[in-house]
């Protein structure tokens, strides 16, 4: 399980402030979501956590060490917006890419990736090419080989937008059933406040640019989650909280 602190964490590109100092603490094991107004630097945030982007003052921390160390030490998988399969790989294939670079620093419990492609419905389609599958069995196969590494932090960037929405709630189901009780701090960016609550133990609310947390919500609703939450009135309130907090973060 992955710990997550940041302090003081500030990021620009040249003059324009995208992170606002910034200090958060994320217990190992929560699935935290990141939610805020287009373009407010969400997914820069992310990125800096996920050691794909230099912080440019402050600190952060994964399990103690610094986001890149974390990363070469595959403790930290990311699933992107965009599923980003090589055409050329199979299914299989490309759900084992993060496995088979560097192979040298796999986990040892790393799973099986073709265990985890049946468990989200795609054991028939351990042979065929991205091209002849839908958007949302191509985001399963992203969603897999992210999970196979048994990464301790999944950093998850969107990972639905482009999907329908009777596709994006059958995912964000599936993916409850997935990393609940298996000790996996996530970190989730949406815009969607329906999966932010369907989702999350925590929802950060974010300003417009630059990010600065207005809102830490606590989603107290019972684990394991089906789609039936959605009917659940203490639901329905939470999702009117994080709306208000982001209308007033947006008028703030």
């Known amino acids: 399980m992955s710990r997550i602190v940041l302090r003081d964490l500030t990021k620009q590109f040249g003059e324009l402030a995208v992170v ?3 200090s958060l603490d994320i217990e190992a094991g929560q699935f935290v979501s990141i939610i805020g107004p287009s373009g407010c630097g969400k997914t820069t945030l992310v990125r800096v956590i996920a050691g794909l ?3 440019t003052g402050g600190e952060v921390e994964v399990d103690g060490a610094a986001p890149i160390e974390a990363r070469t030490h595959k403790r930290v998988a990311m699933v992107p917006q965009h599923p980003g399969l090589l055409p050329w790989r199979t299914v299989r294939a490309n759900a084992r890419l993060l496995l088979d670079v560097n192979r040298s620093t796999n986990p040892v419990d790393a799973v099986a990736p073709e265990t985890l492609l049946d468990e989200v ?3 028939a389609f351990l042979d065929v090419f991205p091209h002849e599958l839908s958007g949302g ?4 196969v992203a969603l897999v080989r992210a999970l196979a590494l048994h990464a301790p932090l999944l950093v998850m960037d969107e990972p639905f937008a482009a999907l329908d929405e009777i596709t994006r709630a059958e995912m964000r189901v599936m993916l409850n059933r997935l990393v609940e009780g298996k000790g996996v701090t996530v970190l989730f960016v949406t815009h969607s406040i329906t999966e932010a609550v369907a989702l999350s133990d925590r929802v950060l609310v974010s300003s ?3 990010t600065r947390l ?11 989650r089906s789609a039936d939450v959605e009917d659940d009135p203490r639901f329905v309130e939470l999702c009117a909280e994080v709306r208000h907090a982001l209308h007033r973060g947006m008028n703030a």
């Open 20 to 22: 606002d100092p910034l």
């Open 53 to 55: 982007e230099p912080a």
């Open 121 to 123: 419905g795609l054991g």
């Open 137 to 140: 069995m191509q985001q399963r």
């Open 208 to 210: 417009p640019r630059p």
């Open 214 to 224: 207005v809102a830490d919500i606590a989603i107290d609703l019972d684990r394991p």
